[in-house]
């Protein structure tokens, strides 16, 4: 069973920094687009960025340069750094995976797996 546990939401203001962590099990890690997905509050879910399995990225527009995608093999550990962060920014951030070599659709692919989600919060 696949299971995508996300954490390092929090609150922040305008201008900080925050990483997102998601920790990936029942899998072989390699072998999977893995992204990220954020919700606010009225709005669709939308994608921010994803990562093929030999490690290309892709990002959506409005955080292309302020947010960096990466994941760490040993740790099965997928990340979001994400900088210069803005009120905008604040939503429900899911972690997401589907079995596939590449992200077709780049950051808006179509996982089969979720994470729980996590909070972040940019106050002006």
């Known amino acids: 069973q696949v299971q995508l546990v996300e954490s390092g939401g929090g609150s922040v203001q305008a201008g900080g920094s925050l990483r997102l962590s998601c920790a990936a099990s029942g899998y072989t890690y390699s072998s999977y687009c893995m992204g990220w997905f954020r919700q606010a509050p009225g709005k669709a879910r939308e994608g921010v960025a994803a990562i093929d399995s030999d490690g290309s990225p892709s990002y959506a527009d409005s955080v292309n340069g302020r947010f960096t995608i990466s994941k760490d093999r040993a740790k099965n550990t997928l990340y979001l750094q994400m900088n210069s962060l803005k009120p905008e920014d604040t939503a429900m951030y899911y972690c997401?995976?589907?079995?596939?070599?590449?992200?077709?659709?780049?950051?808006?692919?179509?996982?089969?797996?979720w994470g729980q989600g996590t909070q972040v919060t940019v106050s002006s």
């Open positions: 997401a995976a589907v079995g596939r070599t590449y992200c077709s659709g780049g950051y808006r692919f179509y996982p089969d797996y």
